[in-house]
C-alpha cells in the first residue's frame, strides 16, 4: 500500500523571535530598538502574521494527508521523502534555501507578507493552500522546471543551488586557482580573484543580477526556465602569474566549468548557505554546470 502524500511546511524564525533568543525578554528587545530610532510594535505584528499564516496553512492540509514541519535552521538535517509535497511559508529566499536539499518534490510557496516580499517564488497567499496542494498531486498539474546550477567536487562532494553558486576564500579574501572549461587540454588561467560566481535566471533578480549590471555584460540574462548559466569572476587581479582573460561567461546544457585550486583552501556554498559549504584544499577541481534536477514549482 502506498503512503498518504507528506505536507512538509517550511518556516523561518520571525524577527521577532531572533530578538528574544538574543535578548531574552519582550522588553529588552523593544529597548534595544528603539535605542536604534525603531518600535517593535511592527516586528511583533509580522510575527503574528506569519504564525496566523502557518496556522492557515496547516488547517488546509487534507485530513488524510501526513504532516511535518521545519524551520529554515534545520534544513541540512531533514529527510525529504520522494511523495512528499514542499510548501514553503515565509519569503522567496526561502524557496531557494530549501530547494538545494530537494530532488523533484513539488514546492508551493506561500507569501505571509504580501507586499513585503517581491514574490518571485512565494506567488500564493494562505488562502490557494487546499487547492495549490491538489494540483501539486494531480496527474498534469501545472508546474515550472526552474533550473539549477550543481558543483561536482573531484572527491564527489556534490552541491545543488538555486540562484547561484559560489566559490571563494573564507572570509572573501583573496583565492588563487586555475579556470577553464572542463574537458579543456591544460590547467586552465592561473587567477587571483575574491571568488567565481555561477547563476541561474532565477538568481539573475539577485546577486548576479548585480555582477551583471557591474559589468555592462551584453549576454543576456537567462530566463528561470532556460538551460543556460551565466557566470563572473569576482575582481580578478591582473599579475606575472595570474590573469584575467576569463572572466565572464555562459555556460548550456553539457558544458561544464573546472576551477582547481591553488589556495590553502576554498569553499563552495549555495544560495547564501555559508554554514553548509564543500571545502576544497589546495590541488582539488570541482566542475560547475546546470543540474540534472531542477526545482518543480506549482503555478
Not at 71 to 80: H, P, S, V, Y
Not at 268 to 287: C, P
Amino acid at each position: 500500500m502506498s503512503l498518504a502524500p507528506r505536507a512538509v511546511l517550511v518556516h523561518r524564525r520571525t524577527e521577532y523571535e531572533e530578538l528574544l533568543a538574543r535578548h531574552g525578554t519582550h522588553g529588552q528587545a523593544a529597548f534595544f530598538l528603539s535605542s536604534r530610532g525603531r518600535s517593535i510594535d511592527e516586528v511583533v505584528h509580522r510575527h503574528h502574521r506569519t504564525g496566523q499564516a502557518l496556522r492557515e496553512v496547516a488547517a488546509a492540509v487534507p485530513l488524510t494527508w501526513r504532516s511535518s514541519r521545519v524551520e529554515r535552521a534545520d534544513l541540512d538535517r531533514f529527510l525529504f521523502a520522494p511523495q512528499d509535497v514542499v510548501v514553503v511559508v515565509g519569503q522567496d529566499g526561502l524557496v531557494a534555501n530549501t530547494a538545494k536539499y530537494l530532488r523533484g518534490q513539488p514546492v508551493v510557496g506561500i507569501d505571509t507578507d504580501p507586499g513585503r516580499n517581491p514574490g518571485i517564488l512565494v506567488r500564493h497567499r494562505c488562502a490557494d493552500t487546499a487547492a495549490l496542494l491538489r494540483a501539486a498531486t494531480a496527474v498534469g498539474g501545472r508546474t515550472e522546471e526552474l533550473t539549477m546550477v550543481e558543483a561536482v567536487a573531484d572527491d564527489t562532494q556534490r552541491l545543488l543551488a538555486l540562484n547561484e553558486i559560489y566559490l571563494g576564500p573564507p572570509g572573501h579574501q583573496t583565492a588563487r586557482y586555475r579556470l577553464g572549461p572542463d574537458g579543456e587540454n591544460g590547467p586552465g588561467e592561473a587567477q587571483a580573484s575574491s571568488g567565481v560566481l555561477v547563476g541561474t535566471g532565477t538568481g539573475a533578480t539577485g546577486w548576479l543580477r548585480s555582477l551583471w549590471l557591474e559589468r555592462r555584460s551584453t549576454t543576456g540574462l537567462p530566463a528561470p526556465c532556460e538551460a543556460r548559466l551565466l557566470w563572473f569572476v569576482r575582481e580578478a587581479w591582473p599579475s606575472p602569474a595570474t590573469g584575467t582573460t576569463r572572466v565572464a561567461g555562459e555556460l548550456g546544457r553539457g558544458q561544464e566549468l573546472r576551477l582547481t585550486v591553488e589556495s590553502d583552501r576554498m569553499i563552495v556554498f549555495g544560495d547564501g548557505m555559508e554554514a553548509d559549504a564543500l571545502e576544497l584544499t589546495w590541488g582539488q577541481s570541482v566542475r560547475l554546470g546546470i543540474a540534472e534536477s531542477s526545482l518543480r514549482l506549482v503555478t
